[in-house]
């Protein structure tokens, strides 16, 4: 079963960048099948991670950044494939 983890911040006034490049180096062990990052306007960033687990499994996820990088608690979704 494939399973994505999706993780999705908006950065404080004038720091995307910032959020972009923090979460640009973040690792994850083990590593995912796949994963990708997206940003959006007024600052967003979302990164899906793709994994060969179960629904329920165990899996590193990123952490949360600075308080004072970021306007709100970040979002996370999980999801499985249906095909």
Do not use: K, N
């Amino acid at each position: 079963m494939t399973v994505a983890l999706m993780w999705e911040a908006r950065a404080a006034a004038g720091r995307g960048e910032e959020l972009l490049a923090w979460v640009r180096a973040q690792r994850l062990t083990p590593e995912p099948l796949r994963r990708e990052t997206f940003r959006a306007p007024q600052d967003r960033v979302l990164v899906i991670t793709w994994w060969d687990a179960a629904y329920a499994a165990d899996l590193p996820e990123l952490p949360d950044p600075d308080e004072e990088l970021v306007t709100r608690a970040v979002h996370r979704w999980r999801f499985e494939s249906v095909e």
